[in-house]
Structures are given as C-alpha cells and as structure tokens.
C-alpha cells in the first residue's frame, strides 16, 4: 500500500550486525503491527504498538512507535540467520479497521 | 491463543475450474475477516472484508463475481475463486480480527493456488 512505506527495501548484514527497519506513514496510526514472514508462508505475529512513544521488546528484537504515531522502527540486535526473511508492518488506521501492509524489507543474515 | 486455520494450504487447479478456501477461527468468533492476496516478491494486499452475516466489502480493482467471499458463522469464511485462470495464481491468506486486544489480528498460514 502507498500508504505505508519501508525502509530499505531489502537488507544483507553479516551475522551478529545489528540493524534497523523502518515503517512510514502518511496518517496518524491506531495501531502498528511487526510481521515476520518466509515468502510463501504464513505471518508471524511479532509486535504491535498502539500509544505514541511505546516501545516493545522480545527477545533480540525492539519496536518503537514514535509520538505522532506515524513511524516505526524495528531494530535487531546481533542478527543471527534465523533472523531472516521478509518484515512487514501493518497498520490499522482507526479503530476495527483492516489492516494494509507496507512493502515489505527483505533481510539476510549472512553467517 | 488464538488460531486461524486455513485450507487447504496448497492447491493446484485446472484453468477454468473453480477452487474454495476455508478460513476458521478455531478457539474465537470472529464477526470480521479479511482476505489478502500476495504475488511474488510484493507484499500482501487486501482484497476484500468479510462480515458475518452481510456482503463482504471489496477493494478497488478487485472482481466481486470472480472472488465469491461467504462468511456464513461466526467461525468460518471461505473465499472462491471462479473460474481460475493461470493469473489467478498467488498466496491466499486470512485474517480474522478478534476483541481489541494486544494481538487483535490472527493470520492463517496460508494457501498457495496453482492455476495450470
């Protein structure tokens, strides 16, 4: 959706690097989604962020929203090759909206 | 937690033929779920909002006769595609939104359609 932009398209850091992964929007969110997929498969939930300035952690991995509600990172810490695959974030523009997705970034760890 | 099972999850079609997919809340109701479609190398794009109950709601561009969305129980939407043709092809996947919770949206895995 143009509605949502990502950041950078696709990324090859080598393992143990630590990176970032950003989601743009032109409007002010409800609510921000961090999915994990391989191509092909289904979506793994990751995070959801909905207050402006919140910031949520698992594991190696840290979304944030920012106070307008209209970016979020995804940072990675010492990436791993389990790490890769395709981040999409979704976003819900008011409330029981649907949820539209970004483009995607493309991550590859190298070992 | 919430699960959304969804099949099959791969089907391959003769051109011409119609194929269904099922979308079920397992363990939820789910009076809303939507369907996305992602070609390859792009990412996921809505397709259409299926109430229970009532006409799903179709997004721009996308043919309401060729994709029959009934979502007849609470539990369970499935999405046709009619008459498939070989651009028909794609990743078919669902959600189903539940109560305004930290994890609203639960996704199906997925279903890969083949149209040969």
């Known amino acids: 959706s143009q509605e949502l932009e990502q950041s950078p398209q696709s990324l090859i850091v080598q393992e143990g690097k630590n990176l970032t992964i950003n989601c743009t929007s032109s409007?002010?969110?409800?609510?921000l989604y961090w999915y994990k997929q391989k191509y092909g498969e289904g979506l793994i939930f990751l995070m959801m962020l909905q207050k402006g300035g919140e910031e949520k952690s698992h594991e190696k991995i840290t979304a944030k929203l920012d106070e307008k509600k209209q970016q979020s990172s995804l940072h990675i810490t010492a990436s791993q090759p389990s790490h890769a695959g395709i981040y999409l974030c979704?976003?819900?523009?008011?409330?029981?909206?649907?949820?539209?997705f970004g483009p995607g970034t493309s991550l590859s760890v190298i070992p | 937690g919430a699960v959304v099972s969804q099949h099959p999850s791969r089907v391959i079609c003769k051109s011409g033929t119609s194929v269904k997919i099922e979308c079920r809340s397992l363990d939820f109701q789910a009076t809303t779920m939507f369907w996305y479609r992602q070609f390859p190398k792009q990412s996921l794009m809505l397709m259409a909002t299926s109430n229970e109950g009532s006409k799903a709601t179709y997004e721009q561009g996308v043919e309401k006769d060729k994709f029959l969305i009934n979502h007849a129980s609470l539990t369970l939407s499935t999405l046709t595609v009619t008459s498939a043709h070989p651009e028909d092809s794609s990743f078919y996947i669902c959600?189903?939104?539940?109560?305004?919770?930290?994890?609203?949206?639960?996704f199906g895995s997925g279903t890969r359609l083949t149209v040969v």
């Open positions: 409007k002010t969110l409800y609510g």
């Open positions: 979704g976003a819900v523009l008011t409330s029981y909206d649907k949820v539209i």
């Open positions: 959600s189903a939104r539940r109560t305004a919770r930290q994890n609203g949206y639960t």
